[in-house]
């Protein structure tokens, strides 16, 4: 799917994404739990700077913020204009004021160098450029800084009808596609930094892996 259809998407989805994600909780995939573990997978500090990339509405804000404290830094960066607008409503709400949000497409946005951690949920598989992204960010993490992949991939176990239903189902209304099973960001991981957990949730559909700078 081109870039330009994302936006199309997302555009929809923006007012009422918070909610409809809650809706993965009806067939017990606990997308919000799996957020958290990949934000303690982060292990940052108080004081460190973070970015999410590919945030969305900010549904890891939160949790980053919890991480990070005041004192730290926070940039959110998204392709989608319409849900960046949704995250900014949250960081005014919350009176957040160490939080900077970049309307970019993650394969041209240019990290900063020296940080602490970088997160991307639920994202990163829709983007074409995902190897060039993961060794961008392995050049602008600091020794032993931490990037977390949360994201959905093709479970071993299940047949094949049975991951195109699903994927239809749950995962086509937000960009993806079948094709998608054959990208594999945490081999990338891999590949450009030092993988140190991969774990496994819901019978192998979604994952968590963190690599970590040396
Ligand atoms: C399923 S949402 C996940 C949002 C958020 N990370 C979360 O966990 O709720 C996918 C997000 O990826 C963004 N996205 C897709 N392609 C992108 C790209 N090339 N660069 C930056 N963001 C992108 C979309 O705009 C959307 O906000």
């Given amino acids: 799917m081109d870039k330009d259809s994302i936006k199309q998407i997302y555009r929809k989805r923006a007012p009422s994404y918070n909610n409809s994600v809650k809706l993965f909780y009806l067939i017990g995939w606990r997308v919000n739990l799996y957020r958290i573990k990949a934000v303690e997978s982060l292990n940052l500090k108080q004081g460190d700077t973070v970015v999410d990339l590919c945030c969305g509405t900010g549904l890891n804000f939160p949790h980053l913020q919890n991480a990070i404290g005041a004192e730290g830094k926070l940039i959110g960066v998204d392709l989608s204009s319409d849900m960046l607008k949704v995250a900014e409503r949250q960081v005014k709400n919350n009176g957040w004021e160490n939080v900077t949000l970049v309307n970019s497409d993650a394969a041209h946005y240019q990290l900063p160098k020296n940080i602490n951690g970088i997160i991307t949920s639920y994202a990163i598989t829709l983007i074409p450029e995902?190897?060039?992204i993961i060794i961008?960010?392995?050049?602008?993490?600091?020794?032993?800084?931490?990037?977390?992949?949360l994201d959905f991939k093709k479970p071993d176990g299940w047949p094949?009808?049975?991951s195109k239903l699903m994927l239809t189902l749950f995962i086509k209304p937000y960009g993806g596609t079948y094709e998608l099973k054959d990208r594999h960001a945490w081999k990338s991981l891999e590949k450009h930094l030092r993988l140190i957990e991969f774990k496994e949730f819901y019978w192998g559909s979604t994952y968590i892996a963190t690599g970590e700078k040396i």
Avoid: H, P, T
Avoid at 136 to 149: E, P
């Fill in 136 to 149: 961008r960010g392995s050049d602008s993490l600091g020794k032993g800084g931490k990037f977390v992949i």
């Fill in 160 to 162: 094949e009808w049975f």
């Fill in 130 to 132: 995902y190897d060039s």
